[in-house]
């Protein structure tokens, strides 16, 4: 048996590579017909003019779809294996709300051009981004409340990592960005989809750009993560919760030996 036939493990790396499959087919097509320049444009612009356009939004609700698919399998794998801790419970369903917000900002950015409905897809972007982030930021300390019963230290190591460097990009996204389009470098840079490196902001747009592929990398690196733990099948969730409540009685029935003596 393959890896990706144990469990559901197959899930996020379907996410993963067909998300990378979206963002690489419509940046070679764009690239091809000059729509855009070769060193690190925005991501929404390599899905702007028609053709890419079609091919990103189809291929972007598509991984939306796998997305809600994995936040919700990895929403019940928790909650199946803490059925009785309230603080993780909280957590959990914090964390699904959260994903599933992130997902709905995903098709939105798909479906809604920068160049055409900037404000609409700003407030995608920040959906996708802005609660992806936490959504991750909750999975982390989820993993942290979880050992070393269920996750082992180093997952949760690799997932802080993975926030850690998604944080660091978020803010030098959020802060070029703020800068280029604060109104200093003109008024037609949300149009703007070929620089110069004479071109006014044009550090910043370079910044902001590899800031935000950097924060698409961490998104991938932090659901791959999630291969190990989806490749658990029922039948060993099920013996993982026997073997949590056995330790609970035995815990409870020393203490109580130990009172009653």
């Known amino acids: 048996m393959w ?6 493990s197959f899930l996020p790396s379907a996410l993963v590579i067909w998300t990378a499959a979206a963002f690489i087919f419509s ?3 764009a690239i091809t017909l000059h729509h855009v320049d070769p060193a690190l444009p925005y991501i929404s612009d390599t899905g702007t003019v028609a053709p890419e356009k079609c091919l990103f939004g189809a291929m972007l609700n598509i991984a939306a779809v796998l997305c809600i698919a994995t936040i919700y399998v990895r929403y019940k794998q928790v909650h199946a294996l803490n059925p009785e801790e309230s603080r993780i419970i909280k957590l959990n369903k914090a964390g699904l709300v959260l994903g599933l917000l992130s997902c709905f900002g995903l098709s939105v950015v ?4 920068k160049t055409a409905f900037f404000v609409v897809h700003v407030c995608g972007a920040v959906l996708t981004f802005g609660m992806g982030s936490l959504y991750m930021f909750v999975q982390t300390i989820l993993s942290y409340q ?4 269920i996750h082992g230290k180093q997952v949760f190591w690799i997932r802080l990592l993975v926030v850690i460097w998604c944080g ?3 803010f030098s996204m959020l802060t070029c960005s703020s800068l280029l389009y604060s109104g200093n470098f003109g008024t037609d840079i949300v149009q703007k989809l070929h620089w110069n490196p004479e071109d006014r902001g044009y550090v910043l747009h370079m910044v ?6 950097s924060m698409s990398f961490s998104f991938f690196g932090f ?3 999630y291969i190990r733990d989806f490749q658990v099948r029922k039948h ?3 013996f993982m919760q026997t073997s949590l409540r056995w330790n609970k009685r035995s815990c409870y029935s020393q203490v109580s030996n130990l009172s009653e003596n």
């Not at 979880?146 to 019963?149: D, Y």
């Not at 902001?208 to 592929?213: D, L, P, Q």
């Open 3 to 8: 890896w990706f036939q144990q469990g559901l």
């Open 27 to 29: 940046y070679i097509t």
């Open 110 to 113: 798909a479906n809604f051009q």
């Open 146 to 149: 979880m050992q070393p019963k």
């Open 168 to 170: 660091v990009s978020a």
């Open 208 to 213: 902001t750009t590899a800031a935000e592929w």
């Open 223 to 225: 659901f791959l993560t």
């Open 236 to 238: 060993s969730i099920r």
